[in-house]
């Protein structure tokens, strides 16, 4: 049975402006096969696995965060550090882990599959609802 895209403007949208994304992302043209390779294979992905993808993304998100509010650098590699780099860090990570809320962040998920699918499935509705 064929679908019409025209039944879906979302989607259109939405697929659209992904592959303008992986066209600039590969320096390639609307008719390279390797952006919409890409989006279909994303297509033909369980569901499951893009949001635990998603989920692992915003979690690291917020754990970056929680180190660069306590000036920790991250950019330097541990072995190219001095003693005494190593020693702040060390000194300014436990100061923010003393801290309830930021020990928290640091040591556990902020976000979980199930709270993270009813919340895009809400939104979800919401903006087909608007349609």
């Given amino acids: 049975m064929d679908k019409n895209i025209s039944l879906n403007p979302g989607f259109k949208k939405l697929y659209t402006y992904n592959l303008g994304l992986l066209v600039q992302k590969y320096d390639a043209t609307i ?6 390779s890409e989006l279909h294979h994303i297509l033909n992905t369980p569901y499951n696995i893009i949001l635990e993808n998603f989920i692992s993304v915003i979690n690291y998100q917020y754990k970056y965060k929680v180190i660069k509010k306590a000036g920790i650098d991250i950019h330097t590699h541990p072995a190219l550090m001095t003693e005494d780099v190593k020693l702040t860090n060390l000194e300014k990570l436990n100061s923010i882990l003393s ?6 962040l640091l040591l556990k998920d902020a976000w979980e599959a199930k709270e993270a699918d009813e919340l895009i499935t809400k939104q979800l509705n919401n903006f087909i609802n608007e349609l």
């Fill in 31 to 36: 008719g390279c096969s390797i952006p919409h």
């Fill in 99 to 104: 801290q309830y809320n930021f020990n928290d």
